[in-house]
């Protein structure tokens, strides 16, 4: 009885073992995403326009994921500071950011990243484009294009302009139209739009080239003046609003996009579900109010689209960068 009693010990440890791996694996082998929270990277201050994007996005994602979906504000560097950390976040499915225009002209002009986005970010889905809008605090004596550019030309470097951070939209969009139009001002960098256009509301700050969703909430409230949208045709959400290509700066065309990205490496077959439910997230009422309120066109494309649209635009902006003799170091 003694030689068998070990042997009853083993198989017991053994059984333990196996119904532990089998715990393991199973818990391993959980489809995504029930393992935990999905986060989701806003890199930019709550308040911003991609902070108003994101929020009823992530709320529509999650019931149509049946998973939480956290947004994660992570703002600094132009929005350069979020996608670091997400591109180095662990490709696992449970981290995203929200990509924007920005990040295209970060990868361009700033110098002094700590990672290469075109590498170790993927796109995932697009959610949408708008046309910024040049707004102006309500202490400026201007209407029209025509009249800022006067304004302008006569503060000379008196004159200034708000960002949401070196080398974001903003930032080239104005010294583009300095360049088109031999205005003078100079840069007042935020950390985000938000803290940009709290200074603007306050007069603090002369004017500001913002994106549609936070410039239109403002605009409609009457606390700034809007002067003028900056994409070649005029915008649906402010038809009566001419562009600067039709007025005082022929050939100029800025518009912003938004979408969804991934650290590389993320599993394909996640990133496939992560797009399909975004696509039916932007088909939800809910999100068409968001959109439409804000101004954004819903765009959908296919993942391999969205991937090329984004690289295609980093060359886009590198080459007006390099015009302009736009650089961060």
């Known amino acids: 009885m003694q030689s068998i009693r070990p042997k009853g ?6 059984l333990a073992a196996l119904f532990a791996a089998a715990v393991t694996c199973s818990s391993q082998a959980a489809p995504w995403p029930q393992q935990q929270p999905i986060r989701l990277i806003v890199p930019a201050a709550p308040g911003g326009s991609l902070d108003i994007l994101s929020r009823p996005l992530a709320t529509q994602l999650g019931a149509i994921l049946g998973q939480t979906v956290i947004v994660e504000n992570r703002g600094g560097a132009g929005g350069m500071l979020g996608a670091d950390y997400a591109a180095k976040a662990t490709p696992d499915g449970y981290t995203f950011l929200m990509g924007a225009v920005h990040h295209a002209i970060g990868a361009t002009v700033n110098h002094n990243l700590m990672f290469k986005p075109e590498r170790e970010l993927v796109g995932v889905a697009s959610i949408g484009t708008t046309p910024n809008v040049v707004i102006v605090n309500k ?11 006067a304004w302008m030309k006569q503060k000379g470097d008196s004159a200034n302009y708000a960002t949401g951070g070196p080398g974001t939209l903003q930032h080239l969009s104005m010294e583009w139209f300095k360049a088109l139009t031999g205005v003078k001002a100079v840069a007042v960098h935020y950390r985000g739009s938000a803290p940009a256009m709290s200074d603007l509301l306050g007069g603090q700050v002369d004017l500001m080239f913002e994106t549609m969703p936070l410039a239109l909430a403002q605009t409609r409230s009457g606390a700034v003046r809007a002067i003028a949208v900056t994409s070649q045709a005029r915008a649906p959400a402010l038809p009566d609003l001419p562009t600067l290509n039709e007025t005082v700066a022929p050939g100029f065309a800025v518009s912003s996009w938004y979408g969804v990205m991934a650290p590389a490496g993320t599993p394909p077959a996640i990133m496939d579900r992560m797009h399909a439910a ?3 997230a932007l088909q939800t009422p809910e999100l068409k109010k968001v959109w439409d309120g804000a101004g954004v066109q819903p765009e959908q494309m296919s993942r391999t689209q969205f991937q090329a649209f984004w690289l295609a635009d980093i060359q886009r902006w590198g080459k007006i960068a390099r015009e302009h003799g736009i650089r961060i170091d």
């Open 139 to 149: 202490k400026i004596p201007v209407n029209t294009p025509q009249e800022l550019v």
């Open 9 to 14: 010990n083993r198989a017991r440890g053994w």
């Open 278 to 280: 975004i696509d039916q």
